[in-house]
T-cell receptor, first 113, second 111 residues
Framework: DAGITQSPRHKVTETGTPVTLRCHQT?????MYWYRQDPGHGLRLIHY???????DKGEVSDGYSVSRSKTEDFLLTLESATSSQTSVYFC????????????FGSGTRLTVV | QQQVKQSPQSLIVQKGGISIINCAYE??????FPWYQQFPGKGPALLIA?????SEKKEGRFTISFNKSAKQFSLHIMDSQPGDSATYFC??????????FGAGTTVTVRA
């Protein structure tokens, strides 16, 4: 998806290890989001950012932290990965007010073993 | 607890048929209702959106119907094509920051 790059695309990690997922955008969007996608649950918001250093929790934030030190980068950290955090993680960004659609990245498939 | 309830979980339709996906909500503060389309291995992409001051919005073969009193909205895909096979998410927002998504509907269009 043009403008949003997620890395890595796939990762396998062990239970208890910290993991950081990266989202990079080139469109200078103010708002950025991290969602997880699981069967039967759709997309659930983990954390979001409404500006540099301005972040807030979503509905499933336990066990996750985020940082945004530059407009273009939004990092998601799993502080101590658990098997319940095995999921597909999507980053999204939005230009302005909510009438604008989200632009999503292609996702990171994370497996915690 | 999902704020937007979406049904069915999956549906199969013949080419040329109509696909209908329904969503319901409780939060009367929601005032923006988009639909997203997701193909396998890709992120969701905005398909069409509606605000509660209109009852219907049409873009090509895709139509959103909105019933404010019933707190329901639906997506109709007319003349369904195999290329429409995807997962569809409804969503709703009541503030400037975030969307609440439904659980998704996987649509399969058989040729």
């Amino acid at each position: 998806d043009a403008g949003i790059t997620q890395s890595p695309r796939h990762k396998v990690t062990e239970t208890g290890t910290p993991v950081t997922l990266r989202c990079h955008q080139t469109e200078n969007h103010r708002y950025m989001y991290w969602y997880r996608q699981d069967p039967g649950h759709g997309l659930r918001l983990i954390h979001y950012s409404y500006g540099v250093k301005d972040t807030d929790k979503g509905e499933v934030s336990d066990g996750y932290s985020v940082s945004r030190s530059k407009t273009e980068d939004f990092l998601l950290t799993l502080e101590s990965a658990t098997s319940s955090q095995t999921s597909v993680y999507f980053c999204a960004a939005r230009q302005g007010a909510k009438g604008y659609g989200y632009t999503f990245g292609s996702g990171t498939r994370l497996t915690v073993v | 607890q999902q704020q937007v309830k979406q049904s069915p979980q999956s549906l199969i339709v013949q080419k040329g048929g109509i696909s209908i996906i329904n969503c319901a909500y409780e939060n009367t503060a929601f005032d923006y209702f988009p639909w997203y389309q997701q193909f396998p291995g890709k992120g969701p992409a905005l398909l069409i959106a509606i605000r509660p001051d209109v009852s219907e919005k049409k873009e090509g073969r895709f139509t959103i119907s909105f019933n404010k009193s019933a707190k329901q909205f639906s997506l109709h895909i007319m003349d369904s094509q195999p290329g429409d096979s995807a997962t569809y998410f409804c969503a709703a927002s009541d503030d400037d920051y975030k969307l609440s998504f439904g659980a998704g509907t996987t649509v399969t269009v058989r040729a």
